[in-house]
């Protein structure tokens, strides 16, 4: 099969690979449809990523139909359509019991990082019964990739952990693809206000159409005084930061109001200051999140009502054979105004 592997830091490349066999009883084989390119997997080519090694098959999200399974899957057959998960979680360990899949201790984040993913004709996927997800007659397979990875990032670190309310103000600090997601995902809560950050003014454009009620172009260096300008100098009930750098985190420290939450979504590879000297008395919450990805359920019906609609978010199409115009197009954001490329297997 054709696959897409990771040669150590800046090497890439579309190889013919062996097609991955049943290695446990709860594993399936799926077929992939499509699939997609995550922020992270460009920070796994960078070297940032050192438990993703080289000769590694990339990616962990995606759609496809279940061509074998061993013989402890019970909730999924040849032929069926599945969703798969970015987190592979086993179901019975404590941190599977807590719904904290993230944490599964045989499991987690391991697709397309410590074992072969999805950018790839055909994929393994570990504990088959509870990290695949049915996908329902007539559905809209591109928008469900969404659901992979960004959407319930967005949501269950961003908006369930900023604890949007309604009436209150958002600042999401990071207008990517998970920052668009969050954007999306915190409407169901109805904030009187979503203030939408960033660098990239196309991007800003974006978020104005997915329902940001105010944008800020913070290369000015001036995001703090005008975020405090229009919130009457109170700042936000709820700073979401989805860009994963200090300054995006210490720009959330400054515009939370008391009592608010900070809300972090990015991955952060740099030390970062907590100036606990100015916010020791503003009453605030800073929480931190691995997607746990257990609000799929949840994020299906949305999308099947028409609650949201995450296709918005595809900019891009590619066949596999073209994988690397894929990377090159989503590497190249600010020029190529890229924000998900669907990659069809
Ligand atoms: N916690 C989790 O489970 C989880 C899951 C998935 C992704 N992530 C992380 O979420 C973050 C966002 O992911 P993404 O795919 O949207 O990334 P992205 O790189 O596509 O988007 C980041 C955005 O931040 C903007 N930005 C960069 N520097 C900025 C600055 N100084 N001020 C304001 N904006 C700035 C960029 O213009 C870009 O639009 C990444 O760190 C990613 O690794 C976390
Ligand atoms: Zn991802
Ligand atoms: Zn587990």
Known sequence: ??????????????????????????????????????????????????????????????????????????????????????????????????????????????????????????????????????????????????????????????????????????????????????????????????????????????AKRFGATATVNSADGKAVETVMKMTGNRGVDTAIEAVGIPATFELCEKIVAPGGTIANIGVHGQQVALHLECLWDRNISITTRLVDTATIPMLFKTVASRKIDPRRLITHRFKLDNILDAYDAFGNAAKTKALKVIIEA
Request: proline share 7%; net charge negative.
């Open 1 to 206: 099969m054709k696959a897409f592997v990771y040669r150590g830091p800046g090497k890439k490349a579309l190889e013919e690979h062996a097609k991955p066999e049943i290695t446990a009883p709860t594993d399936a084989i799926v077929k992939i449809i499509k699939t997609t390119i995550c922020g992270t997997d460009l920070h796994i080519l960078k070297g940032d990523v050192p438990t993703c090694q080289p000769g590694r098959i990339l990616g962990h999200e995606g759609v496809g139909i279940v061509d074998k399974v061993g013989p402890a899957v019970t909730a999924f057959k040849p032929g069926d359509r599945v969703l798969i998960s970015c987190v592979s979680a086993c179901g019975k360990c404590v941190y599977c019991r807590k719904q904290m899949y993230s944490h599964c201790t045989t499991g987690g984040w391991i697709l397309g990082n410590t074992i072969d993913g999805t950018q790839a004709e055909f994929v393994r996927t570990p504990y088959a019964d509870t990290s695949l997800y049915p996908i329902p007659e007539g559905a809209d397979e591109e928008a469900l990739v969404m659901l992979s990875d960004i959407l319930p990032t967005g949501f269950e670190c961003g908006v369930l952990n900023g604890k949007v309310q309604p009436g209150s103000v958002t600042a999401i600090v990071g207008s990517g693809p998970v920052g668009l997601a969050a954007l999306l995902t915190a409407q169901f809560f109805s904030p009187a206000e979503i203030i939408m950050i960033d660098l990239d003014d196309n991007r800003l454009e974006m």
